[in-house]
T-cell receptor, first 116, second 111 residues
Framework: SQTIHQWPATLVQPVGSPLSLECTVEGTSNPNLYWYRQAAGRGLQLLFYSVGIGQISSEVPQNLSASRPQDRQFILSSKKLLLSDSGFYLCAWSGTAKGSRGNEQFFGPGTRLTVL | RKEVEQDPGPFNVPEGATVAFNCTYSNSASQSFFWYRQDCRKEPKLLMS???SGNEDGRFTAQLNRASQYISLLIRDSKLSDSATYLC????????????FGGGTRLMVKP
């Protein structure tokens, strides 16, 4: 079966510091991968998605970037965090999971980021 | 107008009650529809896909009304463990696998 991992689970960072969040998927090949942010009490906002190694599409302009160095690894980064970057960061994957039609997305446990 | 709209609630219901949520979407060419469940401070989890003919999974029934552009989720015999936020999710036509999320409806089931 497929599993998705994210780390760290929680993170407290000062304004202006760098960020690196990692997401890995197991049990599937060539998944589509996604990064979302959910601000407190708000809906999910798609930040980046990737259909393959080195292929990244950005949905919103911001000071964040994403990379996909390996098929099942997706990284979210920032050189300098802003207060507004605080939120719940969720990685998701889609692809051919048993019993699915291929377009459902499955989420990792998330990273809760607080920027002070 | 938001692409996917939901009543934020909260819906406060007693155990055993039947509760229904509706969700409207603006893109008439949308092709895929889902309900996700999100517990407090947790990730969303797929509850069920919504098929054109409607579908049922135990106590949960999902319906799609294309003419009026809404989907619904019916929960029968509510349990305390059903307390969560229910997210309506739509994939617009030609959007690949891009999900558009509603803001969620919060359900609180009371003893």
């Amino acid at each position: 079966s497929q599993t998705i991992h994210q780390w760290p689970a929680t993170l407290v960072q000062p304004v202006g510091s760098p960020l690196s969040l990692e997401c890995t998927v197991e049990g599937t090949s060539n998944p589509n991968l996604y990064w979302y942010r959910q601000a407190a009490g708000r809906g999910l906002q798609l930040l980046f998605y990737s259909v393959g190694i080195g292929q990244i599409s950005s949905e919103v302009p911001q000071n964040l970037s994403a990379s996909r160095p390996q098929d099942r690894q997706f990284i979210l980064s920032s050189k300098k965090l802003l207060l507004s970057d605080s939120g719940f960061y969720l990685c998701a994957w889609s692809g051919t999971a048993k019993g699915s039609r291929g377009n459902e997305q499955f989420f990792g446990p998330g990273t809760r980021l607080t920027v002070l | 107008r938001k692409e996917v709209e939901q009543d934020p609630g909260p819906f406060n219901v007693p155990e055993g009650a039947t509760v229904a949520f509706n969700c409207t979407y603006s893109n008439s060419a949308s092709q895929s529809f889902f309900w996700y469940r999100q517990d407090c401070r947790k990730e969303p989890k797929l509850l069920m896909s919504v098929y054109s003919s409607g579908n049922e999974d135990g106590r949960f029934t999902a319906q799609l009304n294309r003419a009026s552009q809404y989907i619904s989720l019916l929960i029968r015999d509510s349990k305390l463990s059903d307390s969560a936020t229910y997210l309506c999710v739509v994939i617009p036509n030609n959007a690949g696998n891009m999900l558009t999320f509603g803001g969620g409806t919060r359900l609180m089931v009371k003893p």
